[in-house]
């Protein structure tokens, strides 16, 4: 006689662990806006400027990107380029 693999409990079970971790996990976590407002003001002042700072470099590297898509020269490779001595 041979035994049969329970695939269908242990699916259902794995399933039910990972719903019960999921759940868990939405019932217990804050979202980011719960988050924010459960800071004290001198730290919410300090994330606004590192949010700012992130924002001027994120614009700056898109500035510099956008030059440089409108540059002909960025289509050649580097070692294409003629040296001037």
Known sequence: ???????????????????????????TVPTDKELYDAMSPDIQRKVDAMRAARLARESATRRQVEAQA?????EKPVWAHSRKS
């Open 1 to 27: 006689m041979s035994q049969r693999f329970p695939w269908v409990k242990i699916t259902s079970t794995t399933v039910g662990l990972m719903a019960a971790g999921y759940l868990l996990m939405k019932t």
């Open 70 to 74: 409108n540059d002909p020269d960025s």
